[in-house]
């Protein structure tokens, strides 16, 4: 397929869009975050800005609800840390500079909007997330999508480990890279995602909604079917050969258990345990009645994931501590301009070891590290910006969940889970910045965490329309806050 044809495509699809609600152009970005990766796969020379597609799709999303609501409403998205009203705006006259200088060093027009997605797509994802978390009916629709469309893609995974020849779209972009692990040497399966780093992201993302969908239900019996679907898409991240995955998933549980505990929701708590031992033993006991010739074909994988846990500290220690100095070093606290430190091919790092004296492959190990990343890019005054904005958001976030008290236990529990969701990603990508640099991960990702951001709008809200008639519990469901 040519490029040519897919541009008009989806050109066609955007114009139609124009004359939507950003409700469903926001529903039809999700679609593109799918549909991408294995349309680069069919194109010809498999274009790696394909990739930004489902960042245009979202740009157009952002601008129909903006042309709706007819303000950016900052001061309503941080209200209570009136400080990231000011921090954020400088935060975007540093990315301007920083691109300006990543254009006139390296001369790539392409490496230099790849470093402005970077930025800009968290952020957008917050602006986007705090307006679809107005109405959480229409939040849990919008995840609900997500999941549903994760589902042939995950089969995909189990039909590229299998072998399945479907000519390119089962295989990695590119050369693809070999899991190698004690004399086993094998592919990791990446199904119709465009490799297996991302399909094992987004599996394990899935995995986790769909644990947050299942204690954020209605109806307690639905939980046992979500968890289900959890341990599928956990087991189906073995098969990808990124060990990470499923320490992912690992962590989202643990960082919810301590969640509920010092927010002192104990029962959710154990009914968090429950909903995914039942599950879990449920699931071993079908394996070893059904199939248990399974388990002696994922053994290899098994046996690799379980060694994750020993190197899950030194790896952090490697490219999420130690990598900092080296890039204060090479920078000289500068920093090289947005994009720099991109995984966009090895032009910038033979570009920046001729401009700049530094190894090539020294300069790829500190970038791939998150925080060493962002300091080669935006250097200290980025970092320090960044971490500014960062504290008052934590503070502004601590205060919004502490409103969830007034929700039904349905509703909180989803805000919960997703802001569960986005802590649980920062330790990895401190550790390994790859994947985060994907629009359509940071875009989710910011949806789960913007969400959070419109808690106090929803209760002021509903205490200016006749509080005294509506019961707390209908925040969720009462149709007053629908726009």
Partial sequence: MSLVLILLLFGDLALLLLGTDWRTALTATIAVGFVQDPLRKITSNQPGLMVSLVLVFFLLSAALCYRRRGSLMMPQIFQGQRQLTTLVPFFFVLIGLQAVQSFLRFGSPTLTMIGIGFYLAPFLGLWMGYQVGLEPKSLRKLLGVYLLLSIPWSFSVWLSHQGMDWGLLLKEVGGGILINFEGFSKQGASGFWRTSEVAAWHLAAAACLLLVFGWSGPQRSTFNIYGLGSIVCSFLTLLTGRRKSIVLVVTFVLVMLVLFSLSGN????????????????????????????????????????????????????????????????????IGFGAGAAAQAGDIQFNQVEALQGVRASTFEYVAEGGLSKLILELGLPGIILIGLIVYHFFLLIRRNLSLLTMFDSATSNLYWGLFGFAIANIPFFMGASQIYGDPFVLLLLGICAGSCLSIPSIVKRHSSQESLILPVNSLASAEVFTE
Avoid: C, K, M
Avoid at 266 to 294: M, Y
Avoid at 308 to 324: C, Y
């Fill in 266 to 333: 104990i029962r959710q708590r154990d009914r968090l345990i429950t909903g995914i031992l039942g599950p879990l033993g449920l699931s071993v006991i079908a394996i070893i009645i059904l199939s248990p010739d399974l388990l002696l074909d994922i053994n290899p994988y098994l046996w690799r994931t379980s060694t994750a846990w020993g190197e899950i500290i030194p790896r952090f220690h490697l490219l999420g501590i130690n990598t900092l100095l080296p890039a204060l070093f090479l920078t000289g606290g």
